[in-house]
């Protein structure tokens, strides 16, 4: 299976926001049946969860920090995520990375399947 980002990255304005998009695509998998994940890496920082949703009902579960400017969505269609920043900051500049698994829970540690990233620089 692949996870591509396949728009939103780049550079953007702080205060502004922007959607990054994620999507599963392969054969032989069920959507509903994966969670799908945000990560975030700056530069000499670890990585860190962003926030993760769980396909089939849409739950969310972001991690403290992202609870406010930042929200998921999936569309099941498109077997794709969203992840959607609002308020940039100079602080949310890092190499964004999504990720799958096929399970119906949401873990942070646990995820399969990961794209390879997309840099998001926000400026002042």
């Not at 396949?6 to 969670?35: I, K, M, P, W, Y």
Request: aromatic share 12%; charged share 20%.
């Amino acid at each position: 299976l692949r996870c591509s980002c396949r728009s939103g990255g780049g550079l953007v304005q702080a205060g502004g926001s922007l959607t990054l998009s994620c999507e599963v695509s392969g054969s032989g998998f069920t959507f509903n049946d994966f969670a799908v994940a945000w990560h975030r890496q700056a530069p000499g920082k670890e990585r860190e969860g962003v926030t993760c949703i769980t396909v089939d009902d849409g739950n969310t579960y972001p991690a403290e920090f992202a609870r406010t400017r930042f929200s998921m969505s999936r569309d099941k269609a498109k077997n794709t995520a969203y992840l959607h920043i609002e308020n940039l900051k100079p602080e949310d500049s890092a190499v964004y990375f999504c990720s799958a698994r096929s399970y119906r829970y949401c873990h942070f540690t646990g995820m399969d399947h990961w794209g390879k990233g997309t840099l998001v620089t926000v400026s002042s």
